[in-house]
């Protein structure tokens, strides 16, 4: 009776977890659809804004560097006058500068100062200060693979949050005002 | 040409010869440190994963910022930095997603240890499968429809008396003990 019984379980359970796993396996993969797998995550978030000491594009004689910017929350957003995803995003920034909640700079990557002066001339600039990346290379310090990348930088000068693409209106409302809520001014 | 070599013809003559092949020699001695920094910068990048275009290597992509990572792999070989040393650079700013073999981890040990999980399964399923399929075509034979099999077969009875004798005593079996537990 006993082994019976094994003989009605097992042909039942096996098919059951079969599907089951197979089910949880089809989850999985619609799940890596949606999640957009051009965001990657950043190591940097919750460790010090990578070092740098750029050129501005307004005053070349003048060198910025992180430490500057200690005691505030501030925005550093990555963009270039060829990147037309950049352009998508520009009106937001512009909105955002008006109401005046933490500093914007801007890392100008790879760019040429003439035409990111034209551009911002065209488009309007809402940076405090545009840092000159022309090689990239601070660009590859905080882990840039494409423009534009914004990342949000609290009061001891550590990564709290990157948006990689064109920030929207909505992101700015839902995510990013929210976080700087929480950081304080 | 005696104007300006000092040296009398033939020591002129060699001291020129001389220097050609001095200047050859240098200039493959450098053409050699350049292609062997490169295979080396090639070699990093094959293990490097082009964040631009997510399928390739860094060695295989030609995205703007895979030349610029592969310039900077160029650069820190130049320095002597070694090749662990430059995926770690990597690690720190691009994550380990920029590692074309993922590492052990916690969060990558679905991907490692997974389909041999599902493989394991699915043979231990089919092995359960074919074994009970065994038992079963052995115990549906009972004597009448052996025997009507043999009739319609036109198979003479004696060819399969034997076997078919031993699978319809276990398939009389089974029937009494599959009745045993219903009310009759």
Redesign the interface.
Known sequence: MKLALGHAASPRIWPVALIGALVLLLGLLAAGLRSGPRELPSPLIGKPAPAFQLQTLQSPQRMLTPHDLRGQVWILNVWASWCTACREEHPAWVDFAKSQRVPLYGLNYKDKPEDAMRWLGNFGNPYVHSLVDGDGRTGIDWGVYGVPETFIIDREGVIRHRQVGPVTPQILRDTIIPLLQRLGP | MRRWCALSGLMCQRAIGGLIVLLFVLHNAQADTDSQLEARVMQVAEGLRC??C?NETLAASQA??AV??RA?IRGMLAQGQSPEEIRDYM???????VLYRPPWRASTLLLWVGPFV?LI??LV?VG??LR?RVNTTAATLDPETAARADEWLGVPPSVTREAGGKAASQGAEHRR?ASRGLPS
């Open positions: 964040l631009v997510q703007s910022l610029d990572l900077q690690v720190a700013r691009y994550g380990d997603y599902l399964a699915a399923w359960r499968h009970k003990t």
